[in-house]
């Protein structure tokens, strides 16, 4: 399959997926902050340029409001990428990132129907097709999610599959060599949306620990592991690499640390994990029971400075 390199990396044997391009101590930078202990492929989506330096750093995860992304900066985008030796997760997200002008999801649901829509696959894509980075497309992410964050979340599961087939195709044709990571959150509704395996080389999935939310709801702490374990077991169950597409935790110094040392490691239970990336952002959206907005910044995350 396109999405493995036909070669076992030297960075414990394990093989490496398109996403992961780089060793630990191939460069010589001083990273500003270091990827968290282990040995899967780990990438960031890192807007402030927090690992702009760290050399374990292989995916560079960018998200892209089709309705109003400045085409030039993926260019940008390439060459950062390309000069540090890291490939392309690149989020794109069929709304503008302007609240105030945000379609609804019928009208999404028609103008994708319809072709209005087309426009802007075509041109990203026609961009992404350019690119020296190797480029994993991830459409229209976390649609089994009922909480009404995105427009294109909790459609009919047909209306969803028609739409993403749609704009892979049109993908397909202005950047054939681009992948594709199908990325649910992980839910029990998930297998519903599956668009099929000639739409799908990579599952994604995402997970966020946020300590006093889960000692309310659920009396006790919850590991990495804990959270990703039913995610995995269903991703898995379609035959492709699995990846964590974005991951944050916040807590007490503590239950970061615990965290921190759980993400990158090799579970023998996790076989098809093939890498994990970190979401370096505050969040966007009020987290549910009035958690509001948890901060998943590397230097925010700690709760008990």
């Excluded at 780089?22 to 960031?44: Q, Y």
């Excluded at 292989?58 to 060459?79: G, K, Q």
């Excluded at 992410?141 to 427009?151: A, L, N, R, V």
Aim: hydrophobic content about 40%.
């Amino acid at each position: 399959m396109t999405f493995l390199i036909a070669a076992k990396d030297h960075c414990g044997g394990r093989w490496l997926s398109v996403l992961a391009l780089a060793c630990a101590g191939v460069f010589s930078f001083a990273p500003v902050h270091a990827a968290p202990p282990g040995e899967l492929p780990f990438g960031v989506y890192d807007p402030n340029g927090d690992f702009e330096s760290d050399p374990e750093v292989t995916i560079e995860h960018l998200f892209l409001p089709w309705e109003d992304v400045f085409l030039p900066s993926l260019v940008d985008a390439d060459v950062y990428a390309k000069d540090r030796n890291r490939a392309i997760l690149a989020t794109i997200e069929p709304w503008t990132w302007s609240r105030s002008e945000r379609n609804s999801p019928d009208i999404l649901k028609r103008n994708l129907a319809s072709g209005e829509y087309d426009q802007y696959m075509r041109g990203i894509c026609a961009v992404l097709g350019t690119m020296e980075s190797p480029v994993t497309v991830r459409w229209a992410q976390e649609m089994d999610d009922y909480t009404s964050q995105f427009i294109w979340a909790g459609w009919q599961p047909g209306q969803y599959i028609e739409a993403y087939r749609r704009v892979v195709d049109i993908c397909r044709e202005e950047a054939p060599n681009v992948n594709y990571m199908w990325s649910p959150l992980g839910y029990e509704n998930l297998a519903e949306f599956y668009p099929g395996d000639d739409y799908v080389d990579l599952v994604g999935v995402s997970v966020f620990g946020l300590q006093a939310w889960e000692q309310e709801k659920f009396g006790e702490e919850l590991s990495f592991v804990d959270i990703l374990t039913p995610r995995y077991e269903r991703a898995v169950e379609f035959g492709k690499p699995v990846v964590v597409a974005e991951l944050g935790y916040v807590g007490d110094s503590d239950y970061v640390q615990k965290w921190e040392n759980d993400v990158r490691q090799a579970y023998p239970q996790f076989p098809e994990l093939v890498g994990v990336v970190y979401f370096n952002q505050h969040e966007v959206y009020p987290w549910p029971d009035g958690y509001g907005l948890p901060d998943w910044r590397i230097d925010h995350r700690v709760t008990d400075q």
